[in-house]
Nanobody
Framework: QVQLLESGGGLVQAGDSLRLSCAAS????????MGWFRQAPGKEREFVAS????????YYAESVKGRFTISRENAKNTLYLQMNSLKPEDTAVYYC???????????????????WGQGTQVTVSS
């Protein structure tokens, strides 16, 4: 059974940093695209960042570009999201996701991801 387990969320002040982790189990994802999405209260789930299997191609939402960095450590089957210069508008539940298909371009669409974690709350106070 495939599981994605996020961790690293919390309550921080504006300008602080956090690093989210997503540990995968049940299968390896070293050749699969993975991504981060977030959902704020009352809003649709939105794309944050995505990365291909080798970690050589990344995409970011404009709202986080230059502040967030997505990376992965395939030896540990783990995905990361380094978040710097956090803003109150970054407050949301953050989800990691994995594509079942191998060697695909990392998508920015949630519909292209087959596996999802349960989410971790990030709250940024002003």
């Amino acid at each position: 059974q495939v599981q994605l387990l996020e961790s690293g969320g919390g309550l921080v002040q504006a300008g602080d940093s956090l690093r989210l982790s997503c540990a995968a189990s049940g299968r390896t994802f070293s050749t699969n695209a993975m991504g981060w999405f977030r959902q704020a209260p009352g809003k649709e789930r939105e794309f944050v960042a995505s990365i291909n299997g080798r970690g050589t191609t990344t995409y970011y939402a404009e709202s986080v570009k230059g502040r967030f960095t997505i990376s992965r450590e395939n030896a540990k089957n783990t995905l990361y999201l380094q978040m710097n210069s956090l803003k109150p508008e970054d407050t949301a539940v953050y989800y990691c996701a994995a594509d079942w298909h191998e060697k695909r371009i990392p998508s920015i669409q949630s519909i292209d991801y087959d596996y999802w974690g349960q989410g971790t709350q990030v709250t940024v106070s002003s």
